[in-house]
């Protein structure tokens, strides 16, 4: 009974660090995201654990907000600004690590250049 015991408990913890090692967001926290618009304007975005976030606006005035992944898009909200309590949600590309960099589509059709940099 022991060892069967024993072996639910392995089993139990080997699912539970290869969920934990399933983060799709790991490869942000830590670094830097740069969203690039099409007119050359940068945001700067540090992502954390917790479900919050920092914020580098192109001007270089700073914010915060927090962030969700819901049905395959990134969610954030702000907590101050012109778009403060609105949930903005665009498409996820998970599985993303700091070198990485790729473009998207923005709800309303324009595209952005999204980059991982290493640190913050």
Not at 43 to 54: C, E, F, M, R, S
Not at 102 to 117: C, L, P, S
Request: net charge neutral; aromatic share 6%; hydrophobic share 40%.
């Amino acid at each position: 009974m022991k060892r069967i015991l024993a072996g639910v408990a392995v089993a139990m913890l080997t699912t539970s660090l290869a969920f934990a090692a399933a983060d799709p967001m790991e490869g942000r926290y830590g670094n830097t995201v740069v969203v690039t618009y099409a007119d050359g304007s940068q945001v700067k975005l540090h992502y954390n654990k917790d479900g919050t976030l920092g914020v580098i606006n192109p001007d270089g005035s700073t914010g915060t907000g927090k962030w969700s992944l819901k049905d395959d898009k990134l969610c954030v909200t702000a907590d101050a600004g012109p778009n403060a309590g609105k949930e903005q949600c665009s498409p996820f590309a998970g599985g993303k690590k700091a070198g990485d960099s790729w473009e998207q589509a923005m709800a309303d059709g324009t595209k952005i250049k999204v980059e991982i940099v290493a640190g913050q």
